[in-house]
């Protein structure tokens, strides 16, 4: 399995708006195209406005098809544009891959 930390860095006062969009559209866009998302975190210092989430996914191949097909998804499409239209949650996003390690079980 892989796992795909993702950290958005996201503009101010667009944290409530991000929060509206991932609840009402995307956690179910992302299960249409295959991909999981384990848990959502916020930041603990509120200035750094960092949204951070892990997605499961079976290995890199599928991981960048199943984006591909959301990010070309006409409903995502039309999320994204009515949502931003006072401007982008974003200014910055990042992944971190990450893989279990051999030694540990959770139980």
Do not use: C
């Not at 860095?9 to 929060?19: D, E, I, R, T, W």
């Not at 999981?36 to 098809?65: C, P, Q, T």
Request: aromatic share 14%; proline share 3%; glycine share 2%.
């Amino acid at each position: 399995m892989l796992y795909e930390l993702r950290i958005y860095h996201v503009n101010p006062g667009k944290m409530q708006a991000l929060h509206e969009r991932f609840r009402d559209h995307v956690i179910d866009l992302f299960l249409k195209h295959g991909m999981k998302i384990i848990r959502y975190w916020e930041d603990i210092n509120d200035a750094n406005n960092r949204l951070y989430y892990v997605v499961e996914h079976n290995d890199m191949e599928s991981r960048n098809l199943n984006y591909e097909r959301f990010r070309n998804d006409p409903e995502w499409i039309e999320v994204k544009r009515i949502s931003e239209m006072d401007g982008p949650y974003l200014n910055n996003q990042e992944s971190i891959f990450m893989k279990d390690v051999a030694f540990f079980e959770n139980k």
